[in-house]
């Protein structure tokens, strides 16, 4: 079954302490992509990626760290996280052909909870 | 810059049309996404325009006008189930930038 996973599903955590949210598509999408939304906001783009060992910024970009060393994973870090940074986070990935439909495919999210 | 404009809320009945618009600026366009999310789930792709015009998909269609920064969906036959926030993206090379999204209330 064609699908972007993302785990944890749910964590809470405290302050300063590291964490990883992982992410992994199994279609072979180039792009891959990271947002936060917050309570009755859209998605804000956090990173997003073109292809292996290519990242760049979107618009919330501080506080985070991405990697992108394999085709279908692209780890979401949080060296240092602040409560600022509680939120519904999305993982998302698509075949980003210029001009093609650029349907991007949704994971199931990871509500992180910082106090 | 980048800005998007889209109706906060939109309210309608069983079997009615509705249509939510969508104004952008945005640079590097490629085209005009939508989306819709249910509470608690994650979006999902409903269409993607690049060229002017409409396009079709069952009960939805989505317009684009790319010399006015415009586009819409428009909802037909509307059901109880469409109730969801809808949400307009411009696409491009690589940035995605969502509206805060319509939430579309649908009443019996």
């Known amino acids: 079954e064609a699908q972007v996973t993302q785990n944890p599903r749910y964590l809470i955590t405290v302050t300063g302490k590291k964490l990883t949210v992982t992410c992994s598509q199994n279609m072979n999408h180039e792009y891959m992509s990271w947002y936060r939304q917050d309570p009755g906001l859209g998605l804000r783009q956090i990173y997003y990626s073109m292809n292996v060992e290519v990242t760049d910024k979107g618009d919330v970009p501080e506080g985070y760290k991405v990697s992108r060393k394999e085709k279908r994973n692209f780890p979401l870090i949080l060296e240092s996280p602040s409560p600022n940074q509680t939120s519904l986070y999305f993982c998302?990935?698509?075949?980003?052909?210029?001009?093609?439909?650029?349907?991007?495919?949704f994971g199931p999210g990871t509500r992180l909870t910082v106090l | 810059g980048q800005s998007l404009e889209q109706p906060s809320e939109v309210t309608a009945v069983e079997g009615a049309i509705v249509q939510i618009n969508c104004t952008y600026q945005t640079s590097g366009f490629y085209g005009l996404s939508w989306y819709q999310q249910h509470d608690g789930g994650a979006p999902t792709f409903l269409s993607y325009n690049a060229l002017d015009g409409l396009e079709e998909t069952g009960r939805f269609s989505s317009f684009l006008s790319r010399s006015d920064s415009y586009g819409y969906l428009l909802l037909q036959e509307l059901q109880m189930k469409d109730s969801a926030s809808y949400f307009c993206?411009?696409?491009?090379?690589?940035?995605?930038?969502f509206g805060d999204g319509t939430t579309l209330t649908v009443k019996p």
């Open positions: 993206a411009p696409e491009g090379a690589g940035k995605s930038t």
């Open positions: 998302a990935s698509s075949l980003r052909v210029a001009g093609a439909g650029n349907e991007q495919f």
